[in-house]
């Protein structure tokens, strides 16, 4: 079985991350290449989000929790458009697919059934890397 964090990496995070880059270049008035610093990705993958060759997931389009999601985006890309952390936003909208449902429909997706994975909190950690490594 596949734990959550698999499936939401898998099937949630390059939607959002398309959905978000769509709302934050036209809505918000960011250009490309801001939001390729922002994501930590190239100019041409911020285009292809936007063209929508990247980061579509038909599963979460034919849910019930489709609204949900993209409402949770716009605020989202509100907050991040105002300086928010990414991955603090990022980690709000795996909160949101772990109390939604929206990860159950993505473990029936999958094919399981019967007692699902046990998701645990995120730790948080910060990372630091020490100068000259």
């Known amino acids: 079985m596949k734990m ?3 499936l939401i ?11 978000l880059a769509k709302e934050l270049v036209h809505n918000h008035g960011m250009t490309q290449v801001q939001v390729a610093n922002l994501f930590g990705v190239t100019s041409a993958a911020v285009s292809q989000y936007i063209k ?4 579509g997931n038909n599963l979460i389009d034919k849910s019930a929790y489709r609204d949900d999601f993209y ?9 991040v458009a105002n300086g928010k952390d990414l991955t603090e936003a990022l980690c709000e909208i795996c909160n949101f697919v772990k109390t939604s449902g929206l990860l159950k429909a993505l473990y029936v997706y999958e094919g399981y059934s019967g007692e699902l994975g046990v998701c645990m909190e ?12």
């Open 4 to 6: 959550p964090c698999e």
């Open 52 to 55: 929508g060759l990247r980061g």
């Open 71 to 79: 409402k949770m985006i716009a605020d989202t890309a509100d907050v």
């Open 9 to 19: 990496v898998t099937h949630i995070l390059p939607t959002a991350r398309g959905a």
């Open 122 to 133: 995120c730790p948080r950690t910060t990372i630091t890397i020490p100068e000259g490594l």
